[in-house]
């Protein structure tokens, strides 16, 4: 309805000698990571030194958005929410970090009662990160995300999940040749685009992959931008316009590897993603 909306991600964690842990606001830290050995990522999370964890939360607005309020209970290991979709007032999906067995794992949760709680619906494994989450009906939805193998010699994969039955199974299409996928729009219940980064030798770049099928099979767009992280892509509803926009980045002098802000990048294009026009 109108006046329902929801909100999740996560809040520091205090420590103090004279107090006891405490919850603060929500907190956010932008900066750019790169290394050929690690996922390119838009890192919109970051720690002070007197933060020692954080906590999944979710809010919700009756009004418009004029106030939020805490809403039911997040899973209780989860120290951070990244992405949330809700297809009704009642049905929605988060993909949140989670402690597992010693180790940080990341899920995706399904809610059907509008966030009051949240069950586990996918986990493969700790390597797993969702970094959007799209349903394009009641029971078809996607996430796209990354693969992170930390062996011998570490690997990148971006993956995008589907899923036809709400969240009970999902199928991974992965694709090595990307580093990672960052969002995913849909335009009609066939065609879609992912925006992300690639795994092109050490130079990175901003890539659009795009289906025609509703999700079956995705295709790289021949549009990119070098040294750029496109982090998000949106298309209107039933129309070839959409735009897509990013970071492009320049090498910080006195760190090699790491990459700092240079400027915002928005494209638009007006034919499904054939041509892009840009800033």
Known sequence: NNYTGYSTGAYNILSSVSKPWQFSKPWQFNKIFY?????????????????????????????????WFPY?????????????????????????????NTIFA?????????????SLVYSNSDTLTVQ?????????????????????????QGIILKTTNSGTNWTKMIYPEVNNFTDISFTNNQTGFSCGVDNSNDIFRGIVYRTTNSGISWNKLTYHLDTTIFDGIEFYPASPVGFVYGIESGEDSLLPGWFTYEHLVIAKTTDYGLTWQDN
């Open 35 to 67: 290394s050929s050995q690690k996922p390119i990522v838009l890192n919109k999370y970051g720690i002070t030194d007197s933060v020692v964890g954080t906590k999944a939360f979710f809010l919700k607005t009756t009004n418009s958005g004029l106030s």
């Open 106 to 118: 990341q899920g995706i949760y399904k809610t059907t009662n509008g966030g009051f709680n949240w």
């Open 132 to 156: 959007s989450l799209k349903f394009i009906d009641n029971n078809t939805g996607f996430a796209a995300g990354y693969d992170y193998f930390e062996n011998l010699t570490p690997s990148i």
């Open 72 to 100: 039911g209970s997040m899973p209780a290991n989860s120290p951070y929410a990244i992405c949330m979709h809700f297809v009704n007032e009642l049905t929605g999906f988060i993909s949140a970090e989670r402690f597992q």
